[in-house]
């Protein structure tokens, strides 16, 4: 059956500090995909990354970065030089590869002090 | 601009009532999706349809049906509504064909039953 965990219920950092999400999934399937959702306060998810299980290259874009390791299969996620706008709460996904049904994690909330 | 709308951000609804809550995508996608987000479970899936008039049980369905009479429209019916439904209800939408393609989410639907 396809799991995704996140450990993380709650972080809370000041401004400018760098921070990691994690994210572990596990699946039988051998063709997968792993997603990042931002859900800002206003409530509607929006989406950041999506990745598939053969590709291993981590990707940077602008303060986000996200380090995919099959091998402990984790999706993490970093964001570099926080800001006050990056408070959300932060879902993982996986979906299959023959259909889109998503199972996602329980999220973890993340709160950027000034 | 893609675009999932729900009818409604707030919902007040009393036990026993029938509830309806509507949504529709624009983006011409052959799936849809609705979700239930409870704090600390994440989102759940209650039913999808892969296309109209098809329809496939989540996690969670009981207590719900769905109708998809049009591609656009997915509608999550509530057949008697009882207080642990109140919740989150987020809709979603992707295209179809092989998996990894991303959801488009609507700005969910906060309803309350008393």
């Known amino acids: 059956a396809q799991k995704v965990t996140q450990a993380q219920t709650e972080i809370s950092v000041v401004e400018k500090e760098d921070v990691t999400l994690d994210c572990v999934y596990e699946t039988r399937d051998t063709t997968y995909y792993l997603f990042w959702y931002k859900q800002p306060p206003s409530g509607e998810l929006v989406f950041l990354i999506r990745r598939n299980s053969f590709d291993e290259q981590n990707e940077i874009s602008g303060r986000y970065s996200w380090n995919f390791q099959k091998s402990t299969s984790s999706f993490n996620f970093t964001i570099t030089a926080s800001q006050v706008v990056d408070s959300a709460v932060y879902f993982c996904a996986l979906s299959e590869a023959h259909f889109n049904k998503f199972y996602f994690g329980s999220g973890t909330k993340l709160n950027v002090k000034p | 601009d893609v675009k999932v709308t729900q009818s409604s951000r707030y919902l007040v609804k009393r036990t026993g009532e029938k509830v309806f809550l509507e949504c529709v995508q624009d983006m011409d996608h052959e799936n849809m999706f609705w979700y239930r987000q409870d704090p600390g479970l994440g989102l759940r899936l209650i039913y999808f349809s892969y296309d109209v008039k098809m329809k496939e049980k989540g996690d969670i369905p009981e207590g719900y049906s769905v109708s998809r009479e049009k591609k656009e429209r997915f509608s999550l019916i509530l057949e008697s509504a009882s207080t642990n439904q109140t919740s989150m209800y987020l809709c979603?939408?992707?295209?179809?064909?092989?998996?990894?393609?991303?959801?488009?989410f609507g700005q969910g639907t906060r309803l309350t039953v008393v």
């Open positions: 979603a939408s992707s295209a179809s064909g092989i998996g990894g393609t991303e959801a488009f």
